[in-house]
């Protein structure tokens, strides 16, 4: 069966801080997908970004970037320079092609940024 | 255009009742799913729908929890005889269900259910 770790619970960072939120998963399967998902306090789940697992290119946008290494089954997620309001619940989720879709999710990381 | 959306966004009810929960996913989306997040057990799947196809229910905690999905758009999760155990928020999200590889799922505000 599969799992995700996400074995920070919780993290807190003054404003203009790099963060890395650590995500590592399990699975026998070699087609898989990763994602991250974003919960502010408004409770919604906001899709970060996608990568199914042939492809290990590290992706950056603005100031989120991720680093997915199969080698150590992890893929980290790091905002450059936080700000207030990137202070949320962060999800990674694993997704295997043959299992109709569902996500398994890690337990979550609440990251928090003061000012 | 609109995301997924959910009704209601906060339900009370007392042991025993039964409730139901909405879901109307993006439109033109044929995959929808229905995950529990509660503090003991973080987010779990429940059920998913993809167009006609019978549902996957190997996440259904018991069998007072059911869904529907009629004209293959909106959803209701029904839970019957409702237990303190069941508090929790349940979210419901969707996909294009265009089949093959994995899609990415959007997720509405979900509903906060209370068994007092």
């Known amino acids: 069966a599969q799992k995700v770790t996400q074995a920070q619970t919780e993290i807190s960072v003054v404003e203009k801080e790099d963060v890395t939120l650590d995500c590592v998963y399990e699975?026998?399967?070699?087609?898989?997908?990763l994602f991250w998902y974003k919960q502010p306090p408004s409770g919604e789940l906001v899709f970060l970004i996608r990568r199914n697992s042939f492809d290990e290119q590290n992706e950056i946008s603005g100031r989120y970037s991720w680093n997915f290494q199969k080698s150590t089954s992890s893929f980290n997620f790091t905002i450059t320079a936080s700000q207030v309001v990137d202070s949320a619940v962060y999800f990674c989720a694993l997704s295997l092609n043959n299992a109709g879709n569902m996500l398994t999710f890690g337990g979550g990381t609440r990251l928090m940024v003061k000012p | 255009g609109a995301g997924v959306s959910q009704s209601p966004s906060n339900k009370v009810t007392e042991k025993g009742k039964d409730v139901e929960l909405r879901c109307d996913p993006i439109s033109g989306h044929t995959a929808l799913y229905w995950y529990r997040q509660s503090l003991g057990q973080g987010l779990e799947f429940l059920i998913y729908?993809?167009?006609?196809?019978?549902?996957?229910k190997s996440g259904l905690p018991s069998d007072r929890f059911s869904a529907e999905r009629t004209g293959g758009s909106v959803s209701t999760l029904t839970i019957q005889r409702t237990q303190q155990e069941d508090s929790a928020v349940y979210l419901c999200?969707?996909?294009?269900?265009?089949?093959?590889?994995?899609?990415?799922?959007?997720f509405g505000p979900g509903t906060r259910l209370l068994v007092l």
């Open positions: 699975t026998r399967d070699t087609t898989y997908y």
């Open positions: 729908f993809q167009g006609n196809s019978a549902p996957d």
């Open positions: 999200a969707s996909s294009l269900g265009s089949g093959g590889a994995v899609e990415t799922q959007y």
